[in-house]
Every structure is written in structure tokens, then in C-alpha cells.
């Protein structure tokens, strides 16, 4: 018996983190993946020992998610009817650091992009078969920034709050047609992200760490049950209703002081 309600499942940036945590979760509960990343090598890999592993098949779908012809590529295997999707996790992102105005450009309009405007689109794909069918669901990995003013993330954090506010109203919209549509408000997490980032280690926080594996189960077990949304891990949990309460100025200058610090 399968732990979670879904055949298929696609998980874009599953090469590593988070992604994969929601790859390997889902091939050990029966669930066929379609694995979604730049870096190919990486996949295969993981696809190899999925299959070996939990005799799910596992397809490989290297894409860079803002290239127009790749992204197409994966919205056509979203709404492939002979093969269809069950499960949409949006997984894949970045961030850079450093002073907004300092920052190329074009790197922070990558960031909009992967973060806001591929999940957009690829959720865009798969809703309407979901909601001829009746059933499906969408994961959208989000952070705790996205309530928070983010110096020097500016662009990751807006995203992300783009991101949590399209899932949240998408949830209301396609509930009544049997689809789930969760967000997933995830704190720090062991990765390779902050690596990817630029964020240096000795300016990170030494507790409250999340795993991949916690995130995704989480999330999966969310999206199953109906949940529009997630916090994985007690403390964050008791942390967000605190923030989304307190009044704007003093969330403020919380940030200042941790800037400062």
C-alpha cells in the first residue's frame, strides 16, 4: 500500500537537498518519479539507485528551468495524457547575497524567475488535467522569509513571498475539485544551498537545522491530507504565527539587530 495517494510524482532540483529528500521519500512509498534538474550526472545516479532500491521507475529529465525550450520540455511531460502526473513538487530555486543594487542583474531576475515564475508555470500545466481527473496535488517549496524583509536577500525573499501567496489562493481555488495545493514554509536546512548562494558558514545560525527528509516528509504528508500549509520542525512552527503577529516596525527592527549582530 502506498503512503501517499499518487502514482507520479515530478520533482524539479532533485539532483540534491531538499528535492532529493522529496525523491527519495516518495520512491520508498511505491510512488514513480520523474526527477527534474540541471546536472544530469547527478540524476542518473540517484534514478539508478532509486529503481534499484524500491523498483519505481525513475525518469530523468535534465532541464535548466529558465531556458524557454527546457522549461516547454518539462510542461510537456506534465501534461503528457498517456502518462500523467499525479504530484507537481516545486522544489527548484536560488539566491544570491549581497547588496541589492550591487548584485548583477541578471542573476536577480534568474532568481525571480526560478523561484516565482517556473513554479507558476508548471503549476499552470498540470491544474487543469488534475482537475479533470479530480485528483492531484501541488507541493511548492517556500521559506520563513517570505513574511520577513530579507537585506541582502531582497529577491530571494520577495520570490519566495510570491511563491506562498500564489499557493495559498490556488489552494481555495481547486480544493472543491479534489486537488491540494501545499505550501511548504521550510527554515534552514542542511543543503547545498547556502553554499550555492554565497552565503559564508560562519554567518549562519548553529541550531534549529532542518533535513531534507524532515522537509519532505512534512510536505508530503501535508499535501496528502489536504493541508494548504506547512512548518516543518517545532521551533519554526512556534516561530511564524509570532511573526506574522507582531506589528511590521518590529519585525524591522528585529532584522536590523540580526544584521547588525
Known sequence: MREFPYSTAMVTGASSGIGEGFARRLAAAGVDVVLVARRAGRLGELAAELESAHGVRAEV?????????????????LT?????????VNNAGSSGSGAFAELPAERELHTAVLNAVVPLRLTR???????????????????????????????????????????????????????????????????????????????????DWLTPDQVARAGLEAVAAGR?????????????????????????????????A
Not at 529529465?61 to 511531460?77: N, S, Y
Not at 520577495?158 to 506562498?164: E, G, H, Q, V, W
Not at 512552527?237 to 544584521?259: G, N, Q, T, Y
Open 125 to 207: 500545466a498540470c491544474l487543469p488535467g488534475m482537475i479533470a481527473r479530480g485528483a492531484g496535488g501541488v507541493v511548492n517549496v517556500s521559506s520563513l522569509v517570505a513574511v520577513l524583509p530579507k537585506p541582502r536577500s531582497a529577491t530571494y525573499a520577495a520570490s519566495k513571498a510570491f511563491l506562498s501567496s500564489l499557493g495559498e489562493s490556488l489552494a481555495m481555488e481547486v480544493e472543491r475539485h479534489g486537488v491540494h495545493v501545499t505550501t511548504v514554509h521550510t527554515g534552514l536546512t542542511r543543503s547545498e544551498f547556502h553554499q550555492a548562494a554565497g552565503v559564508p558558514a560562519d554567518t549562519l545560525p548553529k541550531i
Open 228 to 260: 494548504p500549509s506547512v512548518v516543518p520542525g517545532l521551533a519554526y512552527r512556534v516561530r511564524l504565527p509570532l511573526m506574522r503577529a507582531m506589528p511590521r516596525s518590529v519585525v524591522r527592527a528585529l532584522v536590523r539587530r540580526v544584521h547588525r
Open 61 to 77: 529529465l535534465a532541464a535548466d528551468l529558465t531556458d524557454e525550450e527546457q522549461l516547454a520540455t518539462v510542461q510537456k511531460r
Open 80 to 88: 503528457d495524457p498517456a502518462h500523467p502526473v499525479e504530484l507537481l
